[in-house]
């Protein structure tokens, strides 16, 4: 803007000066626009370094154990950063600090970092309309709403924060009722829905931000395609909403839970069916056919069924968790398959061979959840397997301790002093871990593979 108002000026002085300062008044305009242009570029420069800097003293953080001089100095440096930037930055700046595959509590403790309502909700309402979001922004999207919970930390987002932001959701929800949605767009609101769904008690006439939530809720519901997995949950979230089930009686109860909007009350619900698939046949050929369910989270609590139900036919239920591991789009699911196999190991040998095909297979292009998934199912399954397989186990690990650094790290140390190759691999990786890491591996995985050298 500042680059075209000053060129305008000058052309404007141009045409009332006539042709003999033409040459004159051409060489100031692309003066103008250069010297505009290099303080645009360095301006933004800036910006992009402010941001880059808070990141690597994020990271310099998570990789400091508390206490110590380096995380005390980045801890004052990042505070102070955050003190002297523009409250309209913050929100990039937080953006560069998420983290897609951090331990719970992490990003929340970045949002911590820039004190209470450090987000304009109207931002946060932009990114939320961006169907064109970075993933980084959508962790930040659903830290936020993961703060609208009943028990979320009032010192990060007050109540009126809240409520904004959960006027902003229904509002987008209202606006993408009958509009083609993406799986990608449909899991982000799967996630912020079900943060918020049960701050707002049904027929509470004090939050009227609920009530209107679920009449877009509804509209949403009533327009969306039936492949639309959100869709999908809404009527049995809502219908939960207004009759909740305190204690599991039956088992059409316990079904209506697998789909609940909270994780606790699913695996409540997976563990009453768990108890009954061992000696009711039905109920295990209905908990089977869920593991078709359109909803992602119902398939993963109906996958976690059969880890509470053991014994029951391994001969159908391993190959169809093998299945839901390495072919499910769903990484709730991924991991709750992953979760049922470890619960089996003791009749998932046979998958050996063909999860370590999975992870050499060049065909295969798997995300960090999933290759994750399968290093920590190999984990349990080490005692089982053959000299050959653990030699290529000690392969797959070392070429994925960066890219999935907590189920490679989990393998080598089941594998234990057979992982003996791997260790400079393990302690070149230590310098750029996370202190948690870190501690885990000093503590446990190269403990494990030089057991002599540990007692020293």
């Known amino acids: 803007m500042l680059v075209e108002l000053q060129t305008e000026f000058v052309l404007a002085r141009v045409l009332t000066e006539g042709s003999p300062n033409m040459q004159r008044c051409l060489d100031i305009t692309m003066r103008v626009v250069i010297g505009a242009a290099v303080l645009a570029a360095a301006t933004g420069t800036a910006r992009a370094d402010e941001i880059a800097q808070a990141a690597a003293l994020w990271q310099q953080m998570r990789s400091a154990e508390p206490d110590t001089a380096d995380f005390k100095t980045a801890q004052w440096k990042l505070t102070a950063l955050i003190g002297t930037t523009a409250k309209a930055r913050h929100i990039a700046m937080a953006t560069a600090m998420m983290d ?36 980084e922004q959508r962790d930040l999207l ?38 083609p949605v993406n799986y990608g767009e449909q899991r982000l609101f799967v996630h912020l829905v079900s943060a918020v769904l049960g701050r707002c008690p049904a027929r509470d006439a004090q939050a009227p931000e609920g009530e209107q939530l679920v009449k877009a809720l509804e509209k949403y519901a009533d327009k969306a395609d039936r492949s639309d997995t959100l869709a999908a949950a809404i009527p049995v979230w809502l219908d939960l909403r207004k009759n909740p089930v305190k204690d599991i009686a039956t088992f059409s109860q316990a079904a209506r839970l697998l789909g609940h909007w909270d994780p606790l009350e699913r695996l409540k619900a997976a563990a009453w069916l768990g108890d009954r698939v061992a000696t009711d046949d039905k109920t295990a050929q209905v908990v089977l056919a869920m593991l078709d369910d359109i909803r992602d989270e119902t398939r993963a609590e109906a996958t976690r069924v059969f880890s509470f139900a053991r014994d029951y036919k391994p001969d159908v239920v391993v190959p169809r968790m093998f299945s839901l591991l390495t072919e499910d789009i769903s990484t709730v699911v991924q991991s709750a398959a992953a979760e049922t196999l470890s619960a089996r190991a003791a009749q998932a040998a046979g998958q050996i061979e063909p999860l370590l095909a999975v992870l050499t297979s060049p065909a295969r292009r798997l995300g960090y959840n999933r290759t994750s998934c399968i290093l920590t199912v190999l ?10 397989q653990k030699a290529s186990m000690v392969d797959v690990a070392t070429l994925r301790l960066r890219t999935s650094p907590d189920g490679a790290l989990a393998l080598l140390e089941a594998l234990g002093p057979d992982a003996a190759s791997a260790v400079p691999a393990i302690k070149e990786y230590h310098g750029s871990a996370d202190r948690f890491q870190k501690a885990y591996i000093d503590r446990h995985v190269l403990p494990a593979i030089q057991p002599a050298a540990s007692q020293k």
């Open 100 to 135: 897609r595959s951090a331990r719970p509590g992490v990003n929340e403790a970045v949002i911590g970092l820039f004190g209470v309502d450090a987000f304009e909700v109207a931002e946060m309402q932009r990114i939320l309309c961006d169907p064109q979001r970075s993933f």
């Open 142 to 179: 659903k830290t936020c709403y993961g703060e609208c919970r009943p028990d979320g930390t009032a010192s990060m987002i007050s109540q009126d924060a809240r409520k904004q932001l959960v006027l902003a959701l229904a509002e987008r929800l209202d606006k993408l009722a009958g509009a």
């Open 379 to 388: 984990a349990r399954l080490v005692p089982l397997a053959a000299p050959s």
